[in-house]
């Protein structure tokens, strides 16, 4: 420890029940005090550290232990000359009256602990009808400390513009408290790191200024520390896709003459080289499966969530394959004509192998297949073309970005004091706002599955795909928060 070494200390108070501790667990990162639904759960005021540098300087939080009585709280800070003295004599207050006796030893904590004073409020509750906001609003002022009033239990996930009205209208109501110096939402249950940047930034005007420099190094190293989170999400989001790009099955199917191969996966030759088909899908989408579990779980222990139920995609779509199968230059040539209609005149049987109806329905067939699945279709251009394969489309591959996306937003947005991750659906918001940004990035994409399926090209393929998805979450970032995306200078 450098002997210069410098500690800022927060102090995290409010009403009893609150949802300070659990908060204190979200911004701290490990389970700290106890959690249950009931007043006067924390007994003691504990600190936790939240940020350190490499000289020993501290960022503490304090959880204390919530206020109860607070009108009467009031009342005797107000007959006491000397409220400190009297926190000290009136130790019968820990046996008698112990709720009584905690919210002396929070108002204590904070007055004689704290640079800056974050005090907890219900979002979900009027201020107009919360009896205990006034006379803790009046201690408050009694501490001599700047307040920043934060916005806990806000609900689920809503648009930017709702959840700034709702910021405003707490606002407004502290107008008459001059303590108050500013009031911000940090959801113990659903702040993600964007939510943490707009708290450090706005704490920095409230610090000592013979504090200030020593903050600001705290806060780079929180920045240093989200870099690396959100880059080590981005690689594992990008091995997941990258792997599913240059994924494939073989189909075990005999190959019939002429259009056997095509006419068996569109539904038109015998059921059970069908069912092969299907069976390569299935298996293809069993590995994807493993994957996406595996990468949520690498993204739940970067941010040092618990790993929970994460959905697993169980859908096997047929239009999120394409079919390869080894296809020779007449047969090419011959489903050409026949997609091109210039195979009208040709026999029937001949193409089907014995089975009759007219050309023109058999390209209607074909093409109505093609239609109603919406599949991709390609030639096997690999060393092995007796080898039928199927593999993900380019177009499967770009819903696998978008869930990409959804699901790392959900994690990013996952308060640890919630337990257990368990992955929900994403506000329709936000998967608008993502659809939109991958949607000006196909063209990028396609390439990188182009480079992904050359194995001279997979490390190239899976780093540009790093920083596509990088670049990209921060714009979905910055449309679902504007103009709070990068700290000051």
């Not at 998967?431 to 994409?445: D, G, I, K, M, P």
């Amino acid at each position: 420890m450098n002997d210069t070494a410098q500690k800022i200390q927060f102090a995290l108070i409010s009403h009893t029940n609150a949802g300070k501790t659990t908060l204190a667990r979200t911004l701290v990162g490990i389970d700290v005090g106890e959690v249950r639904d009931a007043p006067h759960v924390t007994s003691l005021s504990e600190s936790h550290t939240l940020l350190s540098t490499p000289d020993g300087d501290t960022l503490q939080l304090w959880d204390t232990p919530g206020f109860g009585d607070s009108v009467r709280l009031l009342k005797r800070l107000g007959i006491s000359g000397n409220p400190i003295g009297w926190f000290l004599r009136e130790v019968i207050d820990r046996y008698r009256d112990r709720p009584f006796w905690l919210s002396q030893q929070a108002m204590r904590t904070a007055r004689e602990e704290a640079d800056v004073v974050l005090y907890l409020v219900n979002s979900s509750e009027n201020p107009k009808d919360t009896g205990y906001l006034a006379p803790e609003m009046k201690i408050l002022q009694w501490l001599e400390k700047p307040v920043v009033v934060l916005l806990n239990q806000m609900g689920p996930a809503r648009p930017f513009a709702e959840e700034q009205a709702e910021q405003l209208r707490w606002a407004k109501h502290l107008e008459d408290y001059p303590v108050v110096r500013k009031v911000i939402a940090l959801d113990a249950f659903a702040r993600c790191w964007v939510h943490e940047r707009v708290f450090y930034e706005t704490v920095s005007d409230l610090i000592p200024v013979d504090k200030k420099d020593v903050f600001a190094r705290l806060v780079k190293i929180w920045e240093q520390n989200h870099e690396a989170r959100l880059h080590g999400a981005m690689q594992l989001l990008s091995e997941q896709l990258i792997e599913a790009a240059r994924d494939s099955e073989p189909v075990d199917t005999t190959v019939s003459p002429i259009l056997g191969p095509v006419l068996n996966v569109i539904g038109m030759g015998k059921q059970r080289e069908s069912k092969r088909v299907n069976e390569a899908m299935s298996t293809l989408m069993t590995r994807l499966n493993d994957r996406i579990l595996r990468t949520t779980t690498g993204l739940l222990a970067l941010h040092r969530l618990d790993p929970g139920a994460a959905t697993e995609i169980n859908e096997r779509v047929n239009k999120g394959f394409v079919v390869q199968a080894p296809v020779d230059t007449k047969q090419a040539g011959l489903l050409g004509a026949l997609l091109s209609g210039a195979a009208t005149g040709v026999s029937a049987d001949l193409m089907a192998g014995g089975m009759t109806f007219g050309a023109g329905a058999l390209i209607g067939a074909i093409a109505g297949a093609l239609t109603f699945t919406g599949a991709t279709w390609a030639f096997n251009a690999s060393t092995d073309r007796n080898e039928p394969k199927v593999r993900f489309s380019d177009e499967f591959l770009r819903t696998l970005v978008v869930t990409s996306v959804l699901r790392y937003l959900a994690v990013a947005h996952f308060g640890r004091g919630r337990g257990n991750f368990v992955e929900s659906e994403a506000p329709a918001f936000w998967q608008n706002e993502v659809e939109a940004v991958v949607a000006t990035n196909e063209s990028v994409l396609a390439g990188i599955w182009q480079d992904a399926r050359a194995d001279a090209k997979r490390d190239k393929a899976q780093d540009a795909l790093t920083e596509t998805l990088k670049r990209m979450t921060l714009e979905v970032f910055d449309k679902l928060y504007p103009n709070q995306m990068r700290m000051r200078s």
